[in-house]
């Protein structure tokens, strides 16, 4: 009973947690500018996320070691630096969107600028990476974020997507010139659902929750099903999107708008529930985020570290959390739009996934942390593939927006 | 290689500075048009509208300055219409009516005009 217990909140956490700022912006603007023509960059990101979180829970529950602490042991300081720096640099930009997310989600609620709300918006997150137990950070803004399901009641509320959207799913409408919109999207879109720090999180999380070869089948369950089922959040956007802002010729350039779909199907009510989805699932993430950069510094240098302990005895990796949340605070001072923020991360979190993700398939090909847990072939091969394209496209588009001056 | 290659042919995946500029801000006076609608039809609170706002206008503020040096944008009659439409539409932009006694529907009006205005201008 307790087991599948265990099972049920892993999948209800997993579906609530799936979205956060990256992928709300991604799956909005992909929706509003090219229908439904970015559903195969989510689907494809989903298979990559479902297939990295079977593997990183297994690779804690078999070898009693994090992913961290591992690339550490197995190829030295000097690599390990590496991938922690490309870490720092991507989700330093990206933890800043999600607090950024959550300031304008209070901001949809109350009206006050989300300029002044984003120093309330790090408290939060600080009171909360400070004080709270482990099981409340993973538990608690995800199963907030069950309000997310909405979307597809409002889908329904709406008549269901018009039928010259199917088209195009198959058939993109890129514009003329719009080519580098639309590679710029598929990058944030695979970057925004397979961030690397999720592997960190969720193989220290593994750790502190004790996890052995027992809890293989938790792991897959939530894995396959709980991830499979969170992206469609993502889908349920692209949808509201694609049939409430695209034929105004909204773009989905701020968080807001997106919104207005909901509000479209269920008044005032509808524009509430994406605010508190939005807020919840930014939340979630900027907790994660803090979390993940924090555990990778700690377990890569050896200090001690564990959500459950007091600061004071943990006191590096509580210090970790507050510089953290500082160099957010600073790249807040640039002004720029969280939802635009978001996607820039994400699309950088792509370029950076074969420093972060390549020396995780060697670690899960080693039969000295694994036995005869190994991956087998075909993860493999399909792993490096979705890796490669996310890859190539972000470092094609990057260049492109940043030359063209969109975002 | 293929980057390079990609990279190179690059001008034609991208739209001009101006086009982009153009597009963003039609978008964006769609989307402060439909705001004030929703907020007058009772689809959205007024907080969610003031909020709304504040984000066009970080989006729009500045546009009158920074167009005509765009690379690409057009010159002469063209331009200073774009730039017409525009004054009157920030001005709905930057004091939003979201109570009955005020003209609205005027500033959806302007806003529409403007927005149909710019993404024309994005496109040709």
């Keep these: 009973m307790k087991t599948l217990l265990s099972i049920a909140l892993g999948v209800v956490t997993a579906i609530g947690g799936f979205l956060d700022a990256g992928t709300v912006a991604t799956a909005g603007e992909a929706g509003a500018k090219f229908g439904l023509g970015l559903v195969w960059a989510i689907l494809l990101s989903t298979v990559a996320i479902v297939l990295l979180v079977e593997m990183t829970g297994r690779f804690a529950a078999v070898s009693k070691k994090t992913y961290a602490s591992a690339i550490r042991e197995n190829f030295g300081i000097k690599f390990y630096l590496l991938p922690l720096a490309s870490e720092v640099i991507a989700e330093s930009i990206l933890l800043t969107a999600e607090i950024g997310g959550m300031a304008i989600a209070i901001s949809l609620i109350t009206g006050i600028s989300w300029h002044v709300l984003f120093p309330v918006a790090v408290l939060l997150v600080f009171a909360s990476a400070w ?23 409002g889908i329904v509320a709406l008549g269901g997507p018009q039928r010259d959207l199917l088209p195009t799913l198959w058939q993109p409408p890129i514009q003329q010139g719009g080519m580098a919109d639309y590679l710029y999207l598929i990058a944030a879109t695979l970057g925004a659902t397979i961030s690397p720090y999720m592997l960190y999180f969720y193989s220290s999380g593994a750790r502190e929750e004790g996890w052995s070869t027992r ?49 479209k199907a269920f008044g005032p009510v509808g524009a509430m529930l994406f605010a508190i989805a939005l807020f919840a699932t930014c939340f979630g993430a900027a907790l994660e985020v803090v979390l993940a950069v924090s555990y990778n510094i700690a377990q890569g240098f050896g200090w001690e570290w564990s959500e459950d302990k007091k600061p004071v005895e943990a006191a590096r990796f509580n210090l970790v959390i507050i510089l953290f949340l500082l160099v957010a605070v600073l790249i ?11 996607l820039f991360a994400s699309t950088v979190i792509a370029l950076f996934l074969p420093i972060s993700l390549f020396p995780f398939l060697v670690l899960m090909n080693d039969r000295q942390y694994l036995g005869d847990k190994i991956n087998g072939r075909l993860i493999n091969i399909a792993m490096l593939c979705i890796l490669f394209i996310a890859f190539v496209v972000a470092i094609v588009s990057l260049p492109l927006e940043i030359v063209s001056g969109g975002g | 290689m293929l980057v390079v290659a990609l990279l190179c042919t690059g001008c034609q995946f991208v739209q001009s500075a101006f086009a982009n500029t153009a597009g963003n801000a039609g978008a964006a006076l769609a989307a402060a048009s439909t705001t004030l609608t929703y907020a007058h039809s009772g689809k959205i609170t007024d907080a969610y509208a003031a909020s709304s706002f504040i984000n066009f206008q970080s989006e729009l503020d500045g546009l009158d300055q920074k167009l005509p040096s765009t690379q690409g944008a057009p ?6 219409r774009l730039l017409d439409l525009y004054k009157t539409a920030i001005r709905a932009v930057d004091a939003p009516c979201l109570t009955a006694s005020c003209d609205w529907r005027g500033q959806v009006a302007a806003l529409d005009r403007a927005s149909k205005a710019f993404l024309e201008a994005s496109n040709s």
């Design chain 2, 75 to 80: 010159s002469g009659h063209a331009i200073q």
């Design chain 1, 215 to 263: 809890s293989l089948l938790l792991n897959r369950v939530t894995a396959i099903v709980g991830m499979g089922f969170g992206c469609i959040g993502s889908l349920a956007i692209v949808l509201l999107s694609a049939m409430v802002l695209r034929p105004l010729n909204m773009t989905a350039n701020t968080l807001g708008e997106i919104g207005l779909a909901m509000a």
């Design chain 1, 131 to 153: 004080r709270a137990p482990f099981s409340w950070i993973e538990n608690g803004p995800a199963l907030l974020g069950l309000v997310t399901l909405s979307f597809i009641a």
């Design chain 1, 332 to 342: 807040s001072l640039l002004g720029i739009d969280p939802l635009q923020l978001a």
